[in-house]
């Protein structure tokens, strides 16, 4: 877990949390404002399981055939020796990383269940079944096009079952396995989004809110370096005490990429070495908030 999560600036109290959660199995809610980093952070978390997993191509339920597998969510494992395991294997089953299904607002109703395929004939699991034995992270929590106690009552009620009941369009209902390790994550109180029974049978409710002062300069050290931007300590300063601290804003994990991100499009637009200085950081802020937002 710190090897995944170096350098993003979290309170160790904030990673035991999320270490305790991981380990309980139970689902784990991140919730904080925008641009406090809780999707990238719900996100690397796929990174801490690599064993491969079997999934299946196809399963048959009822003489309906169901795709189970998604090249584009369950690419070849990592190590050669997986895929030496895999040429001796069962035929009926792909060898493969464990899948990251991310889904946000744009998830509906109609999403949750199985999608027929006219021209092949057979049907498509929802996303949420595509990510067993893998990650499920739902983002937006909130706004969704369906409610989210809705969503939510039957996911956690199928989580505890290992079952869900998907439907056919105009057909019948099939039962198929569920079972993931799921992330929510929202802008929003999750009291406002949620009911208290909701509430009760998410594990982990965990706040992602602004970093430290000291956690902000590393990070901001750390992805000049990535992207081989100069950046000196009059920079830092300025950023934080003028731009930062006169104006309110707090130190999201967010800020530091969208800024030096800027400075390198201006750098690129004139032709000359991106730097993080006072000039670049004054341009680069009032790009993304605004001339309004002068300290």
Not at 121 to 139: C, E, Q, S, W
């Amino acid at each position: 877990l710190d090897a995944v999560l170096d350098g993003d600036g979290l309170a160790p109290a904030i990673r035991e949390q999320i270490g305790a959660a991981l380990y309980s199995g139970r689902p784990l809610l991140l919730y904080g404002p925008s641009g406090s980093g809780k999707t990238s952070l719900a996100r690397k978390l796929a990174r801490l399981r690599q064993d491969p997993i079997a999934v299946p191509y196809a399963v048959l339920v009822n003489h309906e055939i169901i795709q189970l597998h998604d090249l584009t969510l369950h690419p070849l494992p990592l190590h050669v020796r997986a895929l030496e395991e895999r040429r001796s294997g069962d035929a009926r089953w792909a060898l493969s990383q464990r899948p990251l299904v991310h889904v946000g607002p744009e998830l509906a109703r109609d999403m949750l269940e199985l999608r027929s395929d006219l021209g092949s004939g057979v049907l498509h699991a929802p996303p949420h079944i595509l990510a067993n034995n893998g990650l499920l992270v739902v983002d937006d929590v909130g706004r969704q096009r369906v409610p989210p106690g809705e969503l939510l009552h039957r996911w956690l009620g199928a989580l505890e079952a290992g079952l869900d009941h998907v439907t056919v369009p105009g057909g019948a209902t099939h039962v198929l396995p569920f079972d993931v390790s799921l992330v929510l994550v929202t802008s929003l109180a999750p009291e406002s989004v949620l009911d208290d029974a909701c509430l009760r049978r998410i594990g982990y409710r965990i706040p992602v809110g602004p970093l430290s002062e000291q956690s902000y300069r590393a990070l901001l050290r750390r992805q000049a370096r990535q992207r081989r931007i100069d950046l000196d300590d009059s920079a830092i300063a300025f950023l934080i005490e003028h731009l930062h601290r006169r104006t309110g804003r707090a130190l999201l994990a967010a800020y530091p990429h969208e800024l030096l991100g800027r400075i390198a499009d201006f750098a690129g637009f004139t032709g000359q070495p991106p730097c993080c200085d006072v000039d670049g950081l004054t341009r680069a802020w009032y790009s993304l908030f605004g001339e309004g937002d002068a300290p």
